[in-house]
């Protein structure tokens, strides 16, 4: 048994104001609107600007859990940033946005794990905190997609936009009913060539070639993600629900990755949920990838459908490819 109980006590999310349309992506390459809504359910995104970093975006969803005033810069003793699309490959963006709070010393460091960045965060921050090295930690989704993204390939341009999305994890209180109640994390490293930007490691390192190649943009093989995509979801979903002796039925909500609203929907009807429980925000923001589960998690909070108390799936599937869910009372 853990030493303590950890909660989610403040949510935010932040998204740059550059709106980019499906009627703006008919301009761009061949595709239409009608195409894009019956295939991902998007609608519009948010693009950010050359001169806004993913730090920027992230210390922009920070500051809205300080200006609330029950947490202050100063209690946050670990920062945790999910990101692929981070400001620099070093130092850390969790080290900038870290100066960029004014808070030190404390450990500050990234996560790669695709879009189910935020999922693995929590679990690590979960883990600190219920050992007692830690009581209170700050974990970040954040993405400019847009910025590694090939906007000559129809089937991925038209899915990306920027976001961030932040969420301050606190040791609960003895008889307080906000709980993560636990959570669940895989990966099949065997799968990763089937999402990945091919250049800008060690493996295939910057050269005139890969930027003539748009090699450093997102590639992806979307008809077998998306397979792979609605079994692994729907796994991590079952699994973390059945080892706490629960079903779809007694969840509040139901918040997955965006990605796809056909891979939402299948994770739905697998755990037997109303459309009514499924908390679903991509027709606004497109695949924020790591930002997308705390962005949506914020605004349902922010416009008070999920309440304290509220039983609360994440689920998410991402580059790796990785997946895996959290279960929370909020």
Known sequence: ??????????????????????????????????????????????????ETPSSELAFRAVEKIFKKGKIK????????????????????????????MGIHPIPAFDISAGCSGFIYGVTIAKQFIENGIYKTALVVGVEELTKITNWTDRGTCVL????????????ANKGEISEVIDTYISSEGKY??????????????????????????????????????????????TIILERNGLSGNDLNWLITHQANLRIIDA????????????IVNI?????????????AFAEAVEDGRIR??????LDAFGAGLTWGSVLLRY
């Open 283 to 295: 027709e606004k923001y497109g695949n924020t990838s790591a930002a997308s589960i705390p962005i």
């Open 1 to 50: 048994m853990s030493d303590y109980k950890v909660k989610f006590a403040g949510i935010s999310m932040a998204v740059p104001e550059k709106v980019l349309t499906n009627a703006d992506l008919e301009k761009i390459v061949d595709t239409s609107d009608e195409w894009i809504r019956t295939r991902t359910g998007m609608v519009e995104r948010r693009i950010s600007d050359k």
């Open 267 to 278: 994770t739905a009807r697998r755990l037997k949920l109303s459309p009514q429980k499924v």
């Open 192 to 237: 990763g060539d089937l999402l990945n930007m091919p250049a800008g490691g060690s493996k295939m390192p910057a050269s005139q070639e890969t930027v003539k190649k748009n090699l450093h943009t997102v590639f992806m093989n979307g008809n077998k993600i998306f397979k792979i995509a609605v079994k692994s979801m729907g796994d991590a979903a």
């Open 160 to 171: 990306f936009g920027d976001g961030a999305g932040a969420a301050v994890l606190t040791r």
């Open 308 to 313: 304290r108390g509220d039983l609360v799936l």
């Open 73 to 100: 810069p100063k209690d946050i003793e670990l920062i945790i940033v999910a990101t692929v699309t981070p400001d620099y490959v070093f130092p850390s963006t969790a080290c900038i946005l870290q100066k960029k």
